[in-house]
């Protein structure tokens, strides 16, 4: 539903920065909305997901962040190196 004339309304999603219908779609429900964009830093958000990973049951097997930070290259090429 539409919010009313003066009424202010909130969404959040880190998807919506990389899905690219968001913004044609965002324009054709509210043509005069403000978008505002928060950013963590890179290292801190880095570090709470590592911590994250590890508190879910198999999700992150390397004992420390140093060692997921090394490991990352291999993650990320898809070759697995640990």
Not at 28 to 36: C, D, G, Q, S
Not at 48 to 71: C, H, V, Y
């Amino acid at each position: 539903d539409r919010p009313a004339p003066g009424h202010l309304i909130g969404d959040k999603s880190p998807y919506y920065l990389f899905h690219p219908l968001v913004p044609e779609r965002v324009h054709a429900l509210y043509p005069n909305v403000k978008i505002l964009v928060i950013l963590r830093n890179p290292v801190d958000r880095a570090y709470s997901q590592f911590w994250m990973n590890k508190r879910k049951e198999g999700k992150e097997p390397l004992e420390t962040f140093e060692e997921a930070i090394d490991a990352e290259q291999g993650r990320l090429s898809g070759t697995g190196q640990k």
